[in-house]
């Protein structure tokens, strides 16, 4: 069997002639060479059963770890059997997105349970439908603080990396003036925000757990932002908040985050979903869409999309963003797991990640790889290395153990519910084994 291409030569090379290109690898000239896919080298004419034999042979040579302990930004977590057996109903699986509530009745409801958990779980007024992952949530959130005298975002040097880079690509679009806030021991410079904040600022973005793993400030970060007259934007780790306290609590106008851990795999890293939420005076300004109840005109239960603040509704000039879509499969998982654990299984999961990252962090300390930073933590943690990082991780990957991610200085480690205190043991026994011998890899 061939592939099947749905253009003749002869239409694409007009396509091509109307937009003034020579090849159709044109198109792509924006895309760095380096993230290209090359070609699987299988030779012509074989028949689709052979193509598919020699597909799993490439995939038979993937190293599957029998113990994780990283995260930075994906998460290996216990996902309950009935969040896949829900999503995997055919009504909700071939769902492409509410349009049409009269026959989207169940994707709806779906949406608006959702809604109504990730609201109750972050503290605050109002939740949209989700967006594509974490990071455009973060980026999506900082644009609904912007006014016409305040145009200058401040975020955090403790963000995930990746998301503050996606958030210098859409302010870079924007012409939006991003200032990133210095870190010290691990946490946003609190003296060095003092010191940026002005009338120009329209928000202030910082993460607790941050990159580091450290629970910031909260408090002291989203008072100083209130009193400079911004807007306080706190992303966070859903999990953690079945044991911390919530954004709401913390008084935050804007909560966002990546809802990986709520019920979805890892799934070599996607898809994923973002979650948005916020204080109801900010409803008008949120992106997407939110779901909403009323009744039909029998007087029965329905489910609407009340809200859809986008270009494809509403004037262009108007929109808050140009989202098309939400994560709506995924979203479904996400409601199903927090059902499926309730406050109660959320507080014992939180609570079983930090307390294994505090014995995994006490056991590391023993041997050689003290804390780098001081202050409380949740399920990561960063600490120095007596070997090369590179050289840990290669040494735990032999023994089918995905390590922690080797940063310049360091090591950020990360222990869940799946991480049982004999596995534990076992990665402190094999690195204190490694350092005895002088390994080096």
């Avoid at 021991?185 to 010191?195: H, P």
């Avoid at 963003?321 to 499926?340: D, P, Q, R």
């Avoid at 507080?347 to 014995?359: D, G, P």
């Amino acid at each position: 069997m061939g592939n099947y291409i749905p253009s003749s030569p002869d239409e694409t090379r007009d396509m091509l002639d109307f937009l003034g290109l020579s090849s159709v690898d044109d198109l792509y000239r924006n895309v760095p060479r380096e993230v290209y896919l090359h070609p699987v080298d299988i030779p012509r004419g074989r028949s689709e059963m052979e193509v598919l034999r020699h597909i799993e042979d490439l995939g038979a040579k993937n190293r599957v770890f029998s113990s994780i302990y990283r995260g930075a930004g994906a998460y290996y977590h216990y996902i309950p059997s009935i969040v896949k057996q829900v999503i995997s109903k055919e009504a909700f699986r071939t769902t492409y997105t509410p349009y049409q509530a009269e026959i989207s009745q169940g994707m709806l409801q779906s949406i608006f349970e959702y809604q109504t958990m990730i609201s109750e779980l972050t503290g605050m007024d109002v939740s949209n439908a989700s967006v594509y992952d974490g990071a455009t949530a973060a980026a999506e959130a900082v644009f609904m603080c912007l006014d016409r005298k305040r145009n200058r975002i401040l975020a955090s040097a403790a963000l995930h990396p990746q998301v503050l880079e996606v958030m210098r690509t859409y302010c870079e679009s924007r012409n939006v003036e991003l200032t990133v806030i210095p870190v010290k021991e691990g946490k946003t410079d609190e003296k060095a925000l003092s010191a940026l904040l002005n009338e120009s600022v329209a928000a202030v973005f910082f993460q607790s757990p941050n990159f580091y793993g450290l629970i910031e400030e909260a408090d002291s970060l989203v008072s100083m932002t209130h009193e400079a007259g911004a807007k306080a934007v706190m992303s966070v780790s859903p999990l953690s908040l079945g044991l911390l306290k919530t954004p709401g609590e913390y008084g935050a106008d804007i909560a966002v985050g990546d809802g990986q851990e709520l019920g979805l795999p890892l799934s070599f890293g996607g898809p994923s979903m973002g979650f948005m939420t916020c204080r109801e005076k900010l409803l008008r300004k949120l992106p997407g869409r939110i779901v909403g109840e009323t009744t039909d005109s029998r007087g029965n239960r329905c489910y609407v999309l009340t809200l859809q603040a986008r270009e494809q509704h509403i004037r262009r000039e108007k929109a808050s963003s140009n989202i098309c879509s939400n994560e709506a499969l995924c979203t479904m998982a996400c409601g199903a797991y927090m059902a499926a654990l309730g406050p109660g299984g959320m507080k014992e999961a939180a609570s079983q990640c930090a307390a294994k990252a505090h014995y995994l962090a006490d056991k590391l300390s023993g041997i050689g790889f003290p804390l780098k930073y001081e202050g409380a933590f949740f399920d990561e943690f960063v600490t120095e290395s007596p070997l090369p990082p590179e050289e840990v991780e290669k040494m735990l990957a032999q023994e089918g153990i995905l390590g922690g991610l080797p940063l310049d200085d360091g090591i950020l480690w990360c222990a869940t519910e799946m991480n049982s205190r004999e596995d534990m043991d076992r990665l402190v026994s094999i690195l204190k084994g490694g350092m005895a011998h002088g390994t080096h890899i």
